[in-house]
C-alpha cells in the first residue's frame, strides 16, 4: 500500500522518522512508526484519539524520548538531543491544546517564540510577517494570552511558533475546539506558511480539512501507520472514507 | 499620644528593616516554588552559610564590605546550584513527598557540616564601617540599619529587573508557567532552574551577611527561624510571586513588630505562625498570589 507520491519523487527527505517506538512508562504509544518528508510538503498525520499522533509530534520534538528508532533532520540525528538544540536547528512545534504562556501579553509570547535567535533585525521581519498573516495578533499585542479567546490563542501560538523563523512546523491538531469560521481562516494561514516555504507536518482530527490541505498522509491506528498515501488518493480510499471522513 | 506616635514610628522603622531581611528570604523561596513547585527547606541553611561567608571574607580575607557582600552572594549560589543539583534534580518526576524528604535532609545535612566545620559556639561579626546612631524627626536608627534597608531595596530593585527585562528573567517566568512549552521555545530548563536557585540563594546570603551584623552573632543553627519566617513571608505575599514576598516580607516584619510593642517579644515568633495558619485557612492564594492555581 505504500508509495512513494509523484509530485515529490526523488526529493531529500527533510525528515525521516524509522520505526519509532516510544513508552509512557510501561505503555507502548508508538509500536514502529515511519514516515518521511519532503521539502515543501504539508504531511498529515489523522488517527482516532490515542492513536499515537501527538506522541509522534513529542517525540520529533525531543519532549520524550524514544525507547527505539531514529528521527532525522536535515541530515541531523535528533534520537538523542534535548529540545532546546531541536528548536534550534529548526523544527518548531505548536502544541496540543495552543498552550500559549497566560500570564505573558502577546508579545512576551511572540518574543519567547524566538528565544534562540539573536538577529535582531530578522526578529523584527518575522514579527511584522507574524502580525501581517494574524492582523488580530497585532491588535492585541498587549493583551494577556490567558485572557484570549480559544481562536486568538491558536494564532498566537502558531505566530510563537514563526518566530522562530523554523523550516519545519509541527502543528498539533490546530482546528481542535475552534469554530469553522476560524478553522478556515487559521487553514488558509497555514496553507499560505506552507507556500512561503515553511515545511509542514500537522496533525489532526479533523481528516477531511487535513487531506484536503495536505500533499501526503499518513492513518495512524494504536501506535502503527496503517495507511499512507497522497492525500488525494486517501481521501478517495474506502476505509478511510467510511472510519475518518464520515462517508 | 505622642510618646504612642513615637514609639510606634520607631517600631516601624525596625520593622522595616527586619522585614527587609524576611523579604530577601521569601524571595528565593517563591522563586524557587514557582519553577518546581516546591519549598527548599534547606534555603534556611542557604542563608546561614551566606552569614558564614560574609563574615569569613570580612575578618580573615579582610576584603573591603562591598566585596565581601558580593562574594558571599557568589559563593551561596554555588551552594544553591549544588543542592538543587544533588538534592532535587534526581528526583524531578518523583513524588512531592520524596522531593520534602529530600529538602528536610539537605537541610539537617548543611547545618551538621557548618557545626562540623565552624562548631557550635556563636561567632561575633562587627561591622567592618562605623556605624552612627543619628536621629531622624525623632527617631532613632543607624548606619547599619539604613544600610540594610539599601542593600534589600537594590537587590529587590534589581531582580525586578533580571525578571522582566532580560531573556534569562523571561525564560524563568516562561518556566514557571509551563515548564514542557518553555522547553519548546528553546529554553534550556535544567540551567534555567539553576539560575533560579542561584538568584534566590545570593539573596539569602545577603541577607545572612546584614542579619549577621545586625545581631553581631553567626551561628550555625541561625538559619532554622529565618528560614521560617521567610518561607511564611513567600505564603503570606502568594507563594510564586515575586512582589509578593517583597510584600509578604515587610508586612511581617511590621507585623512581628507591632505585635511584639502590643504584647510582650515572647510573642514574636507565634505572630509569623499565626499568621501562616490564617494565611492558609482563609486565602491561601496570599495577598498577591494568583486566585486560581494555573494548568500546567
Ligand atoms: N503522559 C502520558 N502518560 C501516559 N500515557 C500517555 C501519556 N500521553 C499519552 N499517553 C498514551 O499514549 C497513547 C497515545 O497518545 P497520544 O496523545 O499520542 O494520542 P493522540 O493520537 O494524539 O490522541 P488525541 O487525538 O486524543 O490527541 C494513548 O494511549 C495515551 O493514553
Ligand atoms: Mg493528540
Known amino acids: ?184 481562516s487559521i487553514f488558509s494561514v497555514i496553507q499560505d506558511i506552507n507556500r512561503q516555504g515553511t515545511t509542514i507536518l500537522l496533525v489532526e482530527q479533523n481528516a477531511n480539512l487535513a487531506l484536503s490541505v495536505a500533499h501526503k498522509g499518513y492513518v495512524l491506528e494504536t501506535g502503527r501507520v496503517v495507511l499512507s498515501d497522497t492525500a488525494e488518493r486517501l481521501r478517495e480510499n474506502e476505509a478511510v472514507r467510511r472510519a475518518y471522513l464520515g462517508a | 499620644m505622642e510618646r504612642g506616635a513615637h514609639l510606634f514610628g520607631q517600631q516601624l522603622i525596625n520593622g522595616l528593616v527586619t522585614g527587609s531581611t524576611y523579604a530577601l528570604i521569601a524571595l528565593g523561596y517563591t522563586m524557587v516554588y514557582g519553577v518546581l513547585q516546591l519549598i527548599n527547606f534547606a534555603h534556611g541553611e542557604i542563608y546561614m552559610v551566606g552569614a558564614f561567608t560574609g563574615l569569613l571574607l570580612v575578618t580573615q580575607a579582610n576584603l573591603p564590605f562591598p566585596l565581601a557582600l558580593l562574594l558571599a552572594m557568589a559563593i551561596t549560589a554555588l551552594l544553591g546550584v549544588t543542592i538543587e543539583f544533588i538534592a532535587y534534580r534526581p528526583l524531578r518526576r518523583s513524588s512531592r513527598l520524596s522531593v520534602l524528604i529530600s529538602a528536610i535532609g539537605m537541610s539537617i545535612f548543611v547545618q551538621n557540616v557548618a557545626l562540623w566545620v565552624w562548631g557550635p559556639q556563636t561567632r561575633r561579626f562587627l561591622p567592618p564601617f562605623p556605624v552612627h546612631t543619628f536621629t531622624v524627626a525623632g527617631l532613632r536608627t543607624n548606619t547599619l540599619e539604613l544600610l540594610t534597608l539599601f542593600v534589600a531595596l537594590v537587590m529587590m530593585l534589581g531582580l525586578h529587573l533580571l525578571v522582566t527585562r532580560t531573556k534569562l528573567g523571561k525564560a524563568m517566568r516562561a518556566v514557571a508557567q509551563d515548564r514542557e512549552t518553555a522547553a519548546l521555545m528553546g529554553i534550556n530548563v535544567n540551567r534555567t532552574i539553576a539560575f533560579t536557585f542561584a538568584i534566590g540563594s545570593s539573596l539569602a546570603a545577603a541577607a545572612g551577611v546584614m542579619v549577621g551584623m545586625l545581631f553581631n552573632a553567626v551561628v550555625p543553627n541561625m538559619g532554622v527561624m529565618p528560614g521560617l519566617k521567610g518561607f511564611v513571608a513567600a505564603v503570606l505575599g502568594g507563594i510564586g510571586s515575586i512582589p509578593g514576598a517583597m510584600v509578604g516580607g515587610l508586612v511581617l516584619g511590621m507585623a512581628e513588630v507591632l505585635g511584639v510593642a502590643l504584647l510582650s517579644s515572647q510573642w514574636r515568633d507565634a505572630i509569623a505562625f499565626a499568621i501562616l495558619i490564617l494565611v492558609l485557612l482563609y486565602r491561601p492564594s496570599g495577598l498577591l498570589g494568583r486566585r486560581t492555581q494555573e494548568k500546567v
Open chain 1, 1 to 184: 500500500m505504500k508509495r512513494s507520491s509523484p509530485r515529490t519523487w526523488g526529493r531529500a527527505h527533510v525528515l525521516a522518522v524509522e520505526n519509532l517506538v516510544t513508552h509512557y512508562g510501561p505503555v507502548e504509544a508508538l509500536k514502529g512508526i515511519t514516515l518521511h518528508v519532503n521539502k515543501g510538503e504539508i504531511v498529515t498525520l489523522i488517527g482516532a484519539n490515542g492513536a499515537g499522533k501527538s506522541t509522534t509530534l513529542r517525540t520529533i520534538s525531543g519532549l520524550v524520548r524514544p525507547t527505539r528508532g531514529t528521527i532525522t533532520y536535515e541530515g541531523h540525528d535528533l534520537t538523542a538531543l534535548p529540545p532546546d538544540r531541536i528548536v534550534a536547528l529548526g523544527i518548531a512545534h505548536v502544541p496540543e491544546g495552543r498552550r500559549v504562556f497566560p500570564h505573558m501579553s502577546v508579545m512576551e509570547n511572540l518574543e519567547l517564540g524566538a528565544y534562540t535567535r539573536t538577529d535582531k533585525r530578522a526578529i523584527q521581519e518575522d514579527l511584522d510577517r507574524v502580525f501581517t498573516l494574524f492582523p488580530r495578533l497585532a491588535e492585541r499585542r498587549w493583551q494577556l494570552a490567558g485572557t484570549m479567546s480559544g481562536g486568538e490563542q491558536q494564532m498566537l501560538a502558531i505566530g510563537r511558533a514563526l518566530m522562530a523563523r523554523p523550516r519545519l512546523l509541527l502543528l498539533d491538531e490546530p482546528s481542535m475546539g475552534l469554530a469553522p469560521i476560524i478553522v478556515e
